[in-house]
């Protein structure tokens, strides 16, 4: 059976779980890059080194923001021209989506050394952690361009029907991360400076091994020169289709400086810390929903391309199942071993007092969430960005934000907390109303 006649006859649910797996882990090694320089930082520099690099946290997002726009834009035009036969065009769309993540990458990077200072004020740095901040922003802006890189790499790897080979060009920088932390921190005693270095040189490897597989033609993309002449229109066309993804990362980087405010001001830097953690678990609670919601881009973007629409609708009935149940597990966990969890990233009494009941609340109906991801995907994956884009600015920036300054005038530091469940829950209510319409119109187009 080939790929095409896989993606529109082939059984799902065994389809859904062999893309969504690797992409989840994924996505777990993309994530380990800033988590474990908070694990190796919290228990061997101390609060102050830890808040440090939690306040360089949004530089992540910026560089995934630009990343992410760029692969997944150009992956999921890939899936849609892949559906419908289109086969110069699948492989343009790499070529435009490598090309213009390089630029705007380095682009980032010019920007982010030369207002560093004025960035990091913005970010919340307090006096305390601000020479950690800077030494931690300085390396990391550099490799911007390089995690920019892998990111497409990865996407279009595993677009290609190799999502076991798009995991191991995040895993093989991870695993480069982790062991380069160990003798930076531990061993050589580097601090701060050791763990940034350990992450962009984890990124380095990611990005020269990514691009080896496609060049080397690994992938269905087939490199030709005239692939990587910037056409205007589908550089367009990329660009509004991974726009929802833009506004993701720059609202959780936004989110991270109103955070950080708030907390510092509630808590300061032990606070700040606590924040660390909780966004740091957060990433993993929810890595199977984002796993899965990746996993099946390529399988509703080529059946919507070929107009199998009952089957893009029933492909992400049975992911939200599948989605909504793994997070349901993993979130029991998170309830009752919030204390281990506190424990793990260096945490001592003061910040257990904090962090405890901040996780427990932080998390209360995160199971919601396996749906709202994948809403927020299928969208894009249809190639219609408008109610990506809705979903994602409601969720985090006009619902969260506003609940983050007005809880705690009630509720004190846990009202800080509470702004994440009670916009998540107003989130659900807009996915479902989105879907469920999109649902309406896609069957009236199907024939009979």
């Given amino acids: 059976m080939s790929q095409t006649e896989e993606f529109s006859k082939g059984k799902l649910f065994p389809m859904i779980v062999r893309y969504s797996v690797p992409a989840a882990i994924s996505l777990l090694i993309t994530a380990i890059y800033n988590i474990v320089d908070r694990i190796f930082v919290g228990n061997f520099c101390g609060t102050s080194a830890l808040a440090g690099l939690s306040v360089c946290f949004p530089i992540s997002f910026l560089m995934m923001a630009v990343a992410l726009t760029c692969s997944a834009g150009g992956a999921t035009l890939f899936s849609l021209f892949h559906g419908s036969g289109e086969k110069k065009d699948m492989s343009r769309s790499f070529g435009n989506s490598y090309l213009m993540v390089v630029v705007f990458e380095i682009l980032l990077t010019i920007l982010l050394l030369l207002f560093a200072d004025p960035v990091l004020r913005l970010f919340g740095v307090t006096e305390t952690c601000y020479s950690y901040a800077l030494v931690y922003y300085r390396i990391v802006a550099v490799g911007c361009v390089f995690q920019g890189i892998s990111q497409v790499c990865c996407d279009f790897v595993r677009v290609s029907g190799k999502p076991v080979m798009g995991m191991c060009v995040t895993g093989i920088g991870a695993v480069t991360n982790i062991i380069l932390d160990f003798l930076f921190v531990v061993v050589f005693d580097m601090g701060v400076e050791g763990a940034a270095l350990a992450t962009v040189v984890g990124q380095i490897f990611s990005a020269v091994f990514g691009s080896a597989l496609i060049f080397a033609g690994r992938t269905l993309v087939k490199i030709e020169a005239e692939i990587f002449r910037i056409r205007t229109g589908l550089a367009t066309r990329i660009l509004a289709c991974g726009f929802s993804f833009f506004i993701a990362q720059i609202a959780m980087g936004l989110i991270s400086l109103v955070y950080n405010g708030q907390l510092g001001k509630y808590g ?55 989605s909504v149940g793994i997070t349901c597990v993993i979130w029991v966990g998170v309830q009752i071993f919030a204390k281990e969890l506190i424990l793990v990233f260096g945490g001592g009494e003061e910040m257990l007092a904090i962090g405890v009941p901040g996780l427990r609340i932080n998390f209360i109906i995160t199971p919601i969430l396996g749906f709202v991801m994948l809403a927020t995907t299928f969208f894009q994956s249809l190639g219609k960005p408008a109610p990506s884009i809705a979903i994602t600015a409601f969720r985090q920036i006009l619902f969260l934000i506003p609940f983050i300054y007005l809880l705690p005038i009630a509720m004190g530091i846990n009202g800080v907390f509470w702004a994440q469940p009670v916009s998540d829950a107003f989130a659900l209510v807009l996915s479902l109303w989105l879907t469920l319409r999109t649902r309406k119109e896609l069957y009236s187009k199907e024939k009979p």
Avoid: C, W
């Fill in 268 to 322: 300061g830097d032990v606070a700040i810390s606590v924040y660390a953690v909780v966004s740091s678990v957060m990433t993993f609670v929810i890595m199977p929903a984002s796993g899965i919601s990746q996993g099946i881009q390529p399988i509703l973007g080529n059946n919507y391309g070929a107009g199998n629409y009952h089957r893009v609708m029933e492909t992400l009935g049975k992911a939200s199942l599948l």
